[in-house]
């Protein structure tokens, strides 16, 4: 055994190298990316059917302010307008959209005042546009994950997060990109290519919901479908400056999520909505959450904001894998603690998680326990049946070359998927670890505490400097491998024009409180802020 001195000065001098690593590799890409590319934004949209809430927009078409087709239509000539620059948009739906959208104008036109009111309760999204990332089933469509091997096969049946968001009225209108196997971090595969950053076209969008963050982020959507099961929703509503919720789990379905997840992963995995205004998160997570659970989520209950208890932790230290948090974040989850201890009339209590330095071992334990899933490099070859599988070594040798069919990102965690680090000794050590991590944030939380923690490091990097940086989603994958929910909220813009961000945690079936949160965080920092110049 090594004296208690030694162990602490060795890592410091590892922590110092670490932080001189990942300074030196933003220097290379920044000195790159200022040089020789030029920062693309999306303009605001001009057009006001483009800048109110889903909520809103209900209401409107309700009382015949607005139709249902002018709000389509609206949407649909945005799509165009942003698509070709940040490529988020992968299947456009428009026809069908269309002829929805004239058969809810022809309800309003037919009905009296009561008759439609009574419809908006029986569907309260009616007339209203979604889109959802390319990982969620839909009948009769082709829908990827990504993968090559799926891109002319179509789907025999509808996610139920989708059919719960049809039968509340909601029309769907695009698919939207994701990584391949919907496992990195940025929304780049070899059927698509690549979505760009709508704050920074330089800038990856997150992932792997990054499609549907860039087109929400662009204001080409207003409401949203992703799913996460180690950050997929919160890293590209971060980066893309809008709200993204994490639920509690079992509260909404999986079904038709490809991949479907067993085992542990199916308390990892969550399908949740992403929106460019807190008002709809309520509206969305009852609709997706069916009767039955809106009882257990308290939905229908105030929530006493002066009574809740705030906790805040400054991200992961100690951990030489993990890039240190930016000065930029750190000061934005202080500004968030602040106004709320202002707002609220408290004081908010600094945490340390020691146990949280682990995460990155717990999530890949986590991704491996009790599941029966296929192996990482069947599922790059085809998920259902997965006949054959992708052998990632000679892909590499592919990839070299120029002419996989995979993306770096998914051969390297094929490879990585293959090998297994732990002996059963330390495999229990860590899971034991994991579940007392999550002991804690239970007690600590109850049912009436809150936990600000940062969204990421830092923000959006420049396309391919992930690669360089590869466990970052440790902060946002902490929560998935604990199972908690979590909102990440928008907290406007740094001085370079891209989004500042803090995720709100509580314990399970406390979702309320996390949303009466980012919606006086929304009223704090204005919310969704639209791209523009410096
Ligand atoms: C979105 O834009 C990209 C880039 O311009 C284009 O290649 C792609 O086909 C567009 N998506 C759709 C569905 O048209």
Avoid at 459 to 466: I, L, M, Q, R, S
Wanted: aromatic share 8%.
């Amino acid at each position: 055994m090594l004296p208690y001195w030694v162990k602490k000065s060795f890592l410091n001098i590892l922590l110092r190298i670490s932080a001189f690593y990942f300074c030196s590799v933003h220097f290379i890409f920044w000195i790159y990316n200022a040089f020789f590319k030029q920062r693309q934004y999306v303009t605001p949209p001009n057009d006001r059917l483009l800048m109110i809430s889903a909520t809103q927009a209900v209401k409107m078409i309700a009382s015949r302010e607005i139709s249902s087709t002018e709000l389509i239509e609206a949407y649909i000539h945005r799509i165009e307008q942003v698509n070709e620059t940040i490529n988020a948009v992968v299947l456009k739906l428009f026809d069908s959209a269309r002829e929805k959208a004239k058969k809810v104008d022809e309800f309003i036109q037919k009905n009296d005042d009561a008759e439609i009111s009574q419809k908006i309760k029986q569907q309260p999204l009616f007339g209203v546009p979604f889109t959802i990332k390319d990982a969620l089933e839909v009948e009769g469509e082709i829908i990827t994950c990504g993968i090559f091997s799926r891109k002319d096969q179509k789907c025999e049946r509808s996610a139920e997060a989708v059919i719960r968001m049809q039968n509340a009225g909601g029309i769907l209108l695009a698919v939207t990109n994701v990584p391949e196997v919907c496992m990195w971090v940025e929304a780049v595969n070899t059927v698509y290519g690549r979505s760009k950053n709508p704050y920074d076209t330089r800038r990856m969008t997150g992932g792997s919901s990054g499609g549907e963050g860039a087109l929400l982020g662009a204001a080409g959507s207003v409401i949203g479908l992703g799913s996460d099961i180690g950050g997929s929703i919160r890293m590209p509503s971060f980066f893309n400056g809008i709200f993204g919720l994490k639920p509690t789990p079992g509260v909404i379905p999986l079904s038709g999520h490809v991949p479907e997840p067993t085992g542990y992963k199916e308390q990892m995995l969550r399908i949740g909505p992403m929106c460019r205004f807190a008002e709809d998160l309520p509206l969305l997570l009852r609709i997706l959450s069916g009767e039955e659970n809106v009882a257990k989520l308290n939905l229908d209950e105030p929530v006493a904001r002066k009574k809740l208890r705030i906790f805040y932790l400054e991200g992961i230290s100690e951990n030489p894998v993990l890039e240190p948090l930016s000065d930029d974040m750190r000061y934005a989850l202080k500004r968030s603690v602040k106004l709320l201890e202002r707002k609220y009339d408290l004081v908010a209590q600094r945490i340390e998680l020691p146990l949280a330095k682990n995460v990155m071992e717990y999530f890949s334990l986590s991704m491996k326990q009790d599941t029966t899933d296929p192996e990482f490099n069947k599922m790059m070859l085809c998920l259902k049946g997965t006949k054959g599988e992708v052998n990632c070594y000679s892909e590499m040798v592919k990839f070299i070359c120029g002419n996989s069919k995979h993306t770096l990102a998914a051969i390297i965690t094929g490879i990585l998927d293959s090998h297994d680090p732990f002996s059963e000794q330390q495999k229990k050590e860590l899971l034991y670890k994991r579940d007392r991590l999550k002991r804690q944030i239970t007690e600590l939380l109850g049912n009436d505490g809150v936990l600000l923690f940062p969204s990421w490091p830092t923000t959006a990097k420049f396309h391919n400097e992930p690669i360089c940086a590869p466990f970052n989603f440790c902060y946002t994958a902490l929560w998935n491998v604990l199972a908690v929910p979590v909102v990440q909220c928008p907290l406007g813009l740094d001085k370079h024009g891209v989004p500042l961000g803090v995720q709100v945690i509580g314990n399970p079936l406390t979702d309320r409180n996390l949303i009466a949160v980012a919606q006086d965080l929304e009223e704090g920092f204005n919310g969704w802020a639209p791209a523009g110049p410096l």
